[in-house]
Nanobody, 123 residues
Framework: QAQLVESGGGLVQSGDSLRLSCAASGRTLSGYALGWFRQAPGKERDFVAAITLTGETTYYADSVKGRFTISRDNAKNSVYLQMNSLKPEDTAIYYC????????????????WGQGTQVTVSS
């Protein structure tokens, strides 16, 4: 059983940067696609980014494309989300997730989820 723990969230100003980390224990993530999702207050959880098993291909929601970068380090059993040029609309709880076969852009196929880390961007 894999456990995912997010970290790196916080309170920042518009235009600032944050780097979120997600560390896994109990199971290696090397055989999993990885994704980041976020849920703003009063909203449903939305797709943010995903990365393939090998890390060779990444996918992003239009709202974060060009600002966010997803990466993985299988040696550290971790996935990261570098967030630049943050905007107030990026305020949300950010979740990492892992799945063997996933449908990019959706939550389908993700077997393991973290508890989330809060990102707040002030205007």
């Amino acid at each position: 059983q894999a456990q995912l723990v997010e970290s790196g969230g916080g309170l920042v100003q518009s235009g600032d940067s944050l780097r979120l980390s997600c560390a896994a224990s109990g199971r290696t993530l090397s055989g999993y696609a990885l994704g980041w999702f976020r849920q703003a207050p009063g909203k449903e959880r939305d797709f943010v980014a995903a990365i393939t098993l090998t890390g060779e291909t990444t996918y992003y929601a239009d709202s974060v494309k060009g600002r966010f970068t997803i990466s993985r380090d299988n040696a550290k059993n971790s996935v990261y989300l570098q967030m630049n040029s943050l905007k107030p609309e990026d305020t949300a709880i950010y979740y990492c997730a892992a799945g063997r076969w996933v449908v990019v852009g959706t939550e389908q196929g993700y077997d393991y989820w973290g508890q989330g880390t809060q990102v707040t961007v002030s205007s």
